[in-house]
């Protein structure tokens, strides 16, 4: 769960006192009871001409180039990938303290850090971005340039080297250099390759989750699933 009802509790308050406002909900929905919740939340709050929920889009960097914040209000959260495109995107970031994006956005400097599940913090961390146009481009500039020094491939090939070189050259190795280089190497590629895998298994479980979500919304399932239940029902009575 990404803390969706949170980031909507959040929206209203901002659209309560700012009129220029709209709001982008992007990426896969949630599992269907919790959307419906949110749907239902976003209507309750009169937002339905302010929220849009874009779904699963290919066109994310584009989608990044129109708005003026990213947020982040998930309850916990590893190494962020969107927090990352958003940064690269030269956005700021506002983010609950859920773990990955505290290690990627510096507070003050690239966006704002805020407790999970405090709605009106969140609010009030927005607000001040999108209200100080300086503020946002130096937080977004700051942000992109932190992306670029440390996460970025070069960056993060230059780490790997270093960390190879400091094995290599460390005194026990120096005595038996190739069989340390190629333990290294070895483990190296035993890596690539299971982080690999966990990426194809998560696109995996994902399609599998969408073919569901098709299957279950398909007419000919729900009446089935109807006359099933009716069935039932006369069975035990």
Known sequence: VKGILEFIEAAARIAAVCDNVGFLVMGHEEEHEYARQVRKRTQE???????VFTGTRNDI???????????????KEGLSYSCMEGMAAALPVVSTRCGGPEELVVEGETGLLVPVGNTARMAEAILSIISDGATRKRMGQAGRQRIESHF???ACAE????????????YACRQSSQLWEDIFMG???DIGILGSRVMEHERLI????????????????????????????????
Do not use: C, H, M, W
């Open 45 to 51: 709050l009169n937002l339905q001409e302010k929220i």
């Open 61 to 75: 960097p584009a989608l990044l180039r129109k708005i003026n914040v990213l947020v982040i209000t998930s309850p």
């Open 152 to 154: 970025s491939g070069r």
């Open 159 to 170: 780490g790997f080297e270093r960390v190879y070189q400091e094995v290599v050259n460390n």
């Open 187 to 189: 483990f190296a590629s």
């Open 206 to 237: 994902q399609g599998l989750k969408d073919f569901e979500g098709l299957f279950k919304n398909n007419f000919f399932y729900r009446t089935l699933r109807s006359v099933y239940n009716s069935l039932r029902f006369r069975s035990k009575t």
